[in-house]
């Protein structure tokens, strides 16, 4: 779902990096949504599914 707007590496695209940034800034984001970024709930996304995706992008960011 992140990689259509945020590129397969969420490091760019129609949405902003996420590579970074505070994992509570991501997770604020993703629950309340923000100007074109949609909000994801837990009926939508699961909190474990959340944390999974922001293990990721801490993952990510390690690399650089």
């Known amino acids: ?3 259509a707007c945020h ?3 969420a490091a760019r695209g ?3 990096s996420l590579i ?3 994992p509570d800034r991501i997770e604020k984001g993703v629950r309340q949504g923000k100007g074109g ?3 994801f709930q837990t009926g939508t996304l699961k909190d474990q599914e959340l944390q999974d995706i922001l293990t990721y992008i801490r993952s990510l960011s390690s690399r650089e």
Request: glycine share 20%.
């Open 7 to 9: 590129g397969e590496a």
């Open 37 to 39: 970024m949609p909000r």
């Open 14 to 16: 129609l949405g902003p």
């Open 20 to 22: 970074g940034l505070e």
């Open 1 to 3: 779902r992140c990689a």
